[in-house]
C-alpha cells in the first residue's frame, strides 16, 4: 500500500517552504513594498502571512487539540495574524521568520501517529463539510502557502524577475 504519512507529509511542507524561502531571497529588499493592486498585500506582507499561517494549524491540532472548531475564534486568531503582517520588518528578518516557523512546522508534522492524522476535526454546525480529517487540515497549511507562492511569482513576473521554477525548468529536459 502506498502511504502518505506524517513524513511524506514534513519534508512535502519542507520543500514547498524551500521554494518561498528562494523567492524571498530572490526579491530584492526594496521590492518588499510592491503591491500588485490597490489593497493587496505587500510582498512584505505576503511573505509573513506565509511565515506565520501554520500558527492557525499549530494552535488547532498540536496546542488546543481541538476535536470541533466550534467556539474556536478564527477572526481573533486571524486578526492577530494579520496584525503581525503589518509590522514593518527588513528582508532579513522577514526571510528568518520563514526559515524558523517553517522548521517548527514541519517538525511538529514529522512525529505524528497515523491514529492523529485520521482523527476527524468537527466543523460548526451548518459547514460543509461537517468534518475534516486531520491530515486534511494540516494539508492545507501546505496547499495555503502553495496558493499564496504562486501570487508571489506573479508579482515577480511583474517586477520583471524570472521565478526560480522556470529558471530551472529552462535548464533541464523532461520525459514523461
Known amino acids: 500500500m ?8 514534513a519534508e512535502s511542507f519542507r520543500t514547498v517552504r524551500k521554494n518561498t524561502i528562494v523567492i524571498a531571497e530572490d526579491i530584492p529588499e526594496q521590492h518588499y513594498g ?3 493592486a490597490p489593497k493587496a498585500r505587500t510582498v512584505a506582507q505576503m511573505l509573513v502571512h506565509i511565515a506565520l499561517m501554520p500558527r492557525l ?6 496546542i488546543e487539540r481541538r476535536t470541533t472548531l466550534e467556539g474556536f ?5 486571524m486578526g492577530a495574524l494579520t496584525a503581525e503582517e503589518q509590522l514593518v520588518r527588513p528582508k532579513g528578518e522577514i526571510v528568518g521568520l520563514l526559515r524558523a ?10 512525529g505524528l501517529s497515523e491514529d492523529f492524522l485520521s482523527q476527524r476535526v468537527a466543523y460548526p454546525q451548518g459547514m460543509m463539510p461537517p ?10 497549511v501546505k496547499e495555503h502557502e ?10 515577480e513576473r511583474q517586477l520583471g524577475i524570472v521565478p526560480h521554477l522556470t529558471r530551472q525548468m529552462g535548464t533541464r529536459s523532461c520525459y514523461f
Open 2 to 9: 502506498i502511504y502518505y504519512g506524517s513524513k511524506e507529509l
Open 34 to 36: 510592491f503591491r500588485a
Open 131 to 140: 468534518s475534516k480529517s486531520r491530515f486534511e487540515m494540516l494539508m492545507s
Open 57 to 62: 494549524g499549530e494552535q488547532i491540532h498540536f
Open 73 to 77: 475564534d478564527f477572526f481573533g486568531s
Open 101 to 110: 516557523e517553517g522548521d517548527k512546522f514541519a517538525q511538529l508534522l514529522e
Open 146 to 155: 502553495m496558493h499564496h507562492r504562486g501570487q508571489l511569482m506573479l508579482m
